[in-house]
């Protein structure tokens, strides 16, 4: 596609239940990242995949978080059990390669009530 | 571990000013460094990207300088208008040191507004 597309764009879901969120990266793009970003707050890092190498999983705070990625296209971020504080903007990102010019997509808003 | 400092956290000025935004990073052992914008309620747009072998580079009213060996980057953007208010964040890629992430680590940002 023409750019990183992330779904859904907004999320309310209740706490202690489950989300998947989508990313669908640039075609041709080896790698892909995973931000979130609470309210105020800078970007954290969460999980970046790079081809066929073992993901680099260090950004991720708690075994409810988890992600994949098929193919080596599409990711999905699925949170467990979820808590309030796991209410951020979770945003996507996909590069070329390792080193080239990253760019994100639109995020999704995730709302845990 | 890599850390990112950008100062100032906010800026404002009146429209037409050259201002500089800086970001200062403690690992020099990057592949590259990356500005970008970001808009209330948007995703981030990258602005430039520099190679760890680049010193700056340029787009429009925007030049990006990189320091390795200080840990340091400066992102100068000339005749500032009203639509340049966003906040802008810079970001460090790739950790030599550690031979194999491409991941990059942020910024907290610099919030500017320009004023008319």
């Known amino acids: 596609g023409a750019g990183v597309s992330q779904s859904p764009s907004n999320k309310v879901t209740e706490k202690g239940k489950d989300v998947e969120l989508r990313c669908d990266p640039i075609s041709g793009h080896t790698a892909l990242y995973w931000y979130r970003q609470s309210l105020g707050q800078g970007l954290e890092f969460l999980i970046y995949?790079?081809?066929?190498?073992?993901?680099?999983k260090s950004g991720l705070p708690s075994d409810r978080f988890s992600a994949e990625r098929t193919g080596g296209s599409v990711s999905t971020l699925t949170i467990q059990r979820t808590q309030q504080e796991d209410s951020a903007v979770y945003l996507c990102?996909?590069?070329?390669?390792?080193?080239?010019?990253?760019?994100f997509g639109q995020g999704t808003r995730l709302t845990v009530v | 571990k890599q850390e990112v400092t950008q100062i100032p956290a906010a800026l404002s000025v009146p429209e037409g000013e050259n201002l500089v935004l800086n970001c200062s990073f403690t690992d020099s052992a990057i592949y590259n460094l990356q500005w970008f914008r970001q808009d209330p309620g948007k995703g981030l747009t990258s602005l430039l990207l520099i190679q760890s072998s680049q010193r700056e580079q340029t787009s429009g009213r925007l030049n990006a300088s990189l320091d390795k060996s200080s840990g340091r980057s400066t992102l100068y953007i000339a005749a500032s208008q009203p639509g340049d208010s966003a906040t802008y964040l810079c970001?460090?890629?790739?950790?030599?040191?550690?031979?194999?992430?491409?991941?990059?680590?942020f910024g907290q940002g610099t919030t500017l507004q320009v004023k008319p």
């Open positions: 970001a460090v890629g790739g950790f030599i040191r550690s031979g194999n992430t491409g991941k990059l680590i």
């Open positions: 995949f790079q081809g066929n190498s073992a993901p680099d």
């Open positions: 990102a996909s590069s070329r390669d390792r080193g080239t010019e990253a760019f």
